[in-house]
């Protein structure tokens, strides 16, 4: 398993994004709206979107406004392996518009952890069900040359 990103859930996002850009130099490298990816792997999400994905739960500053954000090649395993574990959910797996699987736990101290199904298997997961890459690529909402590259990686 690897760690891919910091979250953080923010009221204002021009202002976040200000802050980040002038006290640390950091610099926006993706921009999907509600998110931002800055230099160095930080992710900024607004509290509103943020907020949906918890299946409406209330967010408070100091509590459930951050996770660490992991992905997973073999999602259904790992799943499966939290049996074994006195786990406090926040949600059990839920499949995202794209298409991506998550699921997302407190460790013992209440951070949030998510952990994702890896974007390649889920274009190789579509792929696999029969669709085309550009059916692949509208139902995950990424460029085609993602889905193409999933398709060299499995020949």
Known sequence: MKLKNPMLAVRDMERSVEF????LGLH???DFGENKT???GLALQTAETYKEWMDGKEISFGGNDFELYFEEDDFDQFVD???EWDIEYVHPVTEHSWGQRVIRFYDPDRHI???G???KAVCRRFLDRG???EQTAERMDVPIKFVNGCLRQRT
Do not use: A
């Not at 980040?20 to 006290?23: A, D, G, H």
């Open 38 to 40: 800055l230099t160095g």
């Open 28 to 30: 926006v490298v993706m």
């Open 20 to 23: 980040y850009k002038k006290v």
């Open 117 to 119: 199904e890896n974007l």
């Open 113 to 115: 952890i998510e952990v």
């Open 81 to 83: 392996s939290l049996k």
């Open 131 to 133: 669709m085309t890459p």
